[in-house]
């Protein structure tokens, strides 16, 4: 037991500088890849919430498409973030609610304005 003389003030941990909050750029193309799908899909997020619903939803599910492809193509090694299961798991998920959204946008029809 360490005398209460010897015993640090502050006994919180000192912050590690290699696991600081600040933003940093991805390690691996997986990584970066995952943030491009990221931000397509809130572009597409927003455009839907503006009322350009097809648009929005054919973005949305083109970047998941886009991300799909991405997982087949690069090696499991260099996944970083895009690789959380093994690669035809995340494939066919991708490509389910990629197509998914890309039929509905093109399956809903076009309404009256109120």
């Keep these: 037991m360490v005398p209460e003389e010897d015993a640090p003030r502050d006994s919180r941990p000192y912050p590690d500088p290699e696991h600081s909050l600040a933003p940093r750029k991805p390690r691996t193309i997986g990584g970066a890849v995952y943030l491009g799908v990221l931000a397509a ?3 597409g997020l927003a455009l839907v919430a503006l009322d350009r619903f097809r ?9 998941l ?3 799909a492809l991405a997982r087949l193509v690069i090696p ?3 996944a970083g973030m895009l690789g959380g299961r093994p690669k035809v798991v995340d494939a066919l998920i991708l490509v389910g609610l990629g197509a998914a959204l890309v039929a509905l946008s093109a399956a809903i029809p076009n309404g009256p304005r109120f």
Excluded: E, I, N
């Design 41 to 43: 899909t809130g572009a």
């Design 55 to 63: 648009l929005g939803l054919a973005l949305m599910g083109g970047a």
């Design 65 to 67: 498409l886009f991300g």
């Design 76 to 78: 499991s090694s260099k």
